[in-house]
């Protein structure tokens, strides 16, 4: 009688594949991946932003539509430095200041008050900015008899953009000079004389030019007689 044996199954030389063990470096890669990713749209997007800001200089263009978002006046009308512009003959002064009605900000104001005339004598268009409310704003502009509007931008939105903007917060005083077409003509922090002196030279500068225009080279021919 043939005793009949249960045959074992052959041991199997296949080895699983370590699933767990690549896993945590799998996750890392795809981690550093995505990292990688997010790295490059910062800078995709960085490089189509279009309005540049806070880290302006003078000879900079910028783009007016958008820039430093809206703002309100001292009496309440919601505005935009674009609109400034536009209603503008030859573009736009901005003073800043810290706050209304301060020793500083007083002496600032005032001074750009009593200089008022010269300043605006080629078509710029003046304004005092702060993040201060309308009503500081409006008493500040009303017991100094200032001629010009004072902005108010809370947010700090457009003293930001300017390069005003102090960290963690507060502003910085100093004068933005911006043309008809988004050129920076100036741009610069400083004491409340420092600032009315940027605009007066800018001014003066102007003024020279269009009256070389206007008379033409008269010297020239004189001088080069001799």
């Given amino acids: 009688m043939v005793e009949l044996r249960k045959r074992k199954n052959p041991p199997s030389n296949v080895t699983a594949a370590p699933s767990k063990k690549s896993t945590p470096s799998a996750a890392a890669a795809a981690a550093k991946k995505n990292r990688g990713g997010d790295r490059d749209l910062s800078n995709a997007e960085a490089s189509t932003d279009t309005v540049p ?35 503008s003959q030859s573009g736009v002064v901005l003073f800043t200041y810290p706050k209304a009605s301060t020793p500083g900000c007083t002496t600032q104001a ?15 268009s003046i304004y005092g900015l702060s993040s201060d409310s309308p009503k500081s704003n409006s008493k500040f502009k009303e017991k ?32 933005f000079v911006v043309g008809k077409h988004g050129r920076v003509e100036a741009v610069e922090p400083g004491g409340p004389a420092a600032t009315v002196d940027v605009v007066r030279k800018l001014i003066q500068g102007q003024d020279g030019a269009l009256e070389e225009t206007a008379e033409g080279p008269t010297g020239g021919e004189k001088g080069a007689g001799e």
Avoid at 56 to 84: A, N, R, S, V
Avoid at 144 to 157: K, N, R, T
Avoid at 159 to 168: D, E, L, N, Q, V
Wanted: aromatic share 6%; with cysteine; hydrophobic share 30%.
């Fill in 110 to 124: 005032c001074l750009f008050r009593d200089n008022f005339t010269p300043l605006t004598a080629t078509g710029f």
């Fill in 53 to 87: 800001s806070g880290k302006l200089k003078t000879g900079d263009t910028i783009k007016l539509q958008g820039f430093g978002g809206e703002i309100e006046t001292h009496d309440g009308e919601k505005t935009t430095l674009e609109q400034l512009v536009d209603r």
């Fill in 144 to 175: 100094q008899s200032l001629p010009f509007q004072l902005l108010c931008d809370p947010g700090a939105s457009l003293i930001g953009a300017i390069g005003m903007k102090k960290s963690p917060k507060g502003t910085v005083r100093g004068v």
